[in-house]
């Protein structure tokens, strides 16, 4: 079975300017999340999706970060325009979703965004 | 919002066992205990869940007491490939929302 794919694996550019990141969660997987992962902190839950629905975006900084899942599959996440402290690690994540209280997230290897 | 409570370091010798605590005190009945690992580079990787009874798979035994207030996770035999960051995590309630703390930094040495 395939796992969450992601790309770029690295992304480095100036501050004011706009990056995307792209997921491909595991195939059936209904649920797709998107985390932030600061150098030396845990992830931090940006948005989730059900389907092509946004479930949770609570912490999402709104005026800067979108992100869309057209057709309940792929996801790209944007940010526009990027500050210095955006420099993160950009995790995928997806889940079966089944209504089981026991549902785990299987994560994808993450991109790496350096904002100068 | 339930959180959990990891110790910032440990090491562990090649070929022992290595027993990393959490604590989550104000986990709610019916929430499971999740544990993860973040190797250098790469996304976090699931390693094993339980809710109250002990459970063991091919990478890890999961060690819950009683009171379900804190766990323990076991590598019965530690390498130096299980070098990484160890998260302990529990879900917000009625949610699918994982919340991760700062995780253990497992240090395995030769």
């Known amino acids: 079975e395939a796992g969450v794919a992601q790309s770029p694996r690295y992304k480095i550019i100036e501050k004011r300017q706009s990056v995307a990141f792209w997921c491909n969660p595991i195939?059936?997987?209904?649920?797709l999340y998107w985390y932030q992962q600061i150098l030396g902190q845990g992830p931090k839950l940006l948005i989730q999706?059900?389907?092509?629905?946004?479930?949770?975006d609570s912490q999402l900084p709104k005026d800067r970060f979108s992100a869309e899942r057209l057709k309940g599959v792929d996801s790209t996440l944007k940010i526009q325009p990027a500050k210095l402290e955006d420099s993160a690690v950009y995790l995928c994540?997806?889940?079966?979703?089944?209504?089981?209280?026991?549902?785990?997230?299987?994560f994808g290897p993450g991109t790496r965004l350096l904002v100068l | 919002d339930a959180k959990t409570t990891q110790p910032t370091s440990m090491d562990c010798a090649e070929g022992r066992a290595a027993n990393l605590p959490c604590n989550h005190s104000?986990?709610?009945?019916?929430?499971?205990v999740y544990w993860y690992r973040q190797i250098h580079s790469q996304g976090p990787q699931y390693i094993i869940h339980?809710?109250?009874n002990n459970e063991t798979n091919e990478m890890a035994s999961l060690i819950i007491t009683e009171d379900r207030k804190s766990s323990t996770l076991i590598l019965p035999h530690a390498t130096l490939r299980d070098t990484a960051v160890y998260y302990c995590?529990?879900?917000?309630?009625?949610?699918?929302?994982?919340?991760f703390g700062t995780g253990t930094r497992l240090k395995v040495l030769a």
């Open positions: 994540a997806s889940s079966l979703t089944r209504g089981s209280i026991q549902e785990t997230q299987y």
């Open positions: 195939s059936g997987h209904a649920t």
């Open positions: 999706f059900q389907n092509n629905g946004v479930v949770d």
């Open positions: 104000t986990i709610s009945g019916n929430e499971y």
């Open positions: 339980g809710l109250k």
């Open positions: 995590i529990v879900r917000v309630p009625g949610t699918y929302k994982y919340i």
